[in-house]
């Protein structure tokens, strides 16, 4: 059976960071690629960034050069270092591999 699942989030002042984390079991996470998206309020599911299984990695604009994804294959887990939040970063983030979805962190930043 797969499992996603994310740990990390809560309530922080703008500016402030956050590590999200999400956990893996039932894929061979090495395989993988990974992927974080997000949802505000209202809106739509969004892709935040992405780590293919060669490390690569992705970023939509509006998170490039606060937001780092990162993994490490010997504890099948994936991260998002989140630094320099703003408000508009608040949402539910979600992991993604395969078709596999986590049930979502949320993140609020708030003053």
């Known amino acids: 059976q797969v499992q996603l699942v994310e740990s990390g989030g809560g309530l922080v002042q703008p500016g402030g960071s956050l590590r999200l984390s999400c956990a893996t079991s039932?894929?061979?996470?090495?395989?993988?690629?990974m992927t974080w998206y997000r949802q505000a309020p209202g809106k739509q599911r969004e892709w935040v960034a992405s780590?293919?299984?060669?490390?690569?990695?992705f970023y939509v604009d509006s998170v490039k050069g606060r937001f780092t994804i990162s993994r490490d294959n010997a504890k099948n887990t994936v991260y998002l270092q989140m630094n320099s939040l703003k408000p508009e970063d608040t949402a539910v983030y979600y992991c993604?591999?395969?078709?596999?979805w986590g049930q979502g962190t949320q993140v609020t930043v708030s003053s």
């Open positions: 993604h591999a395969g078709q596999n």
């Open positions: 780590i293919t299984s060669s490390s690569s990695t």
């Open positions: 039932g894929i061979i996470f090495r395989l993988y690629d």
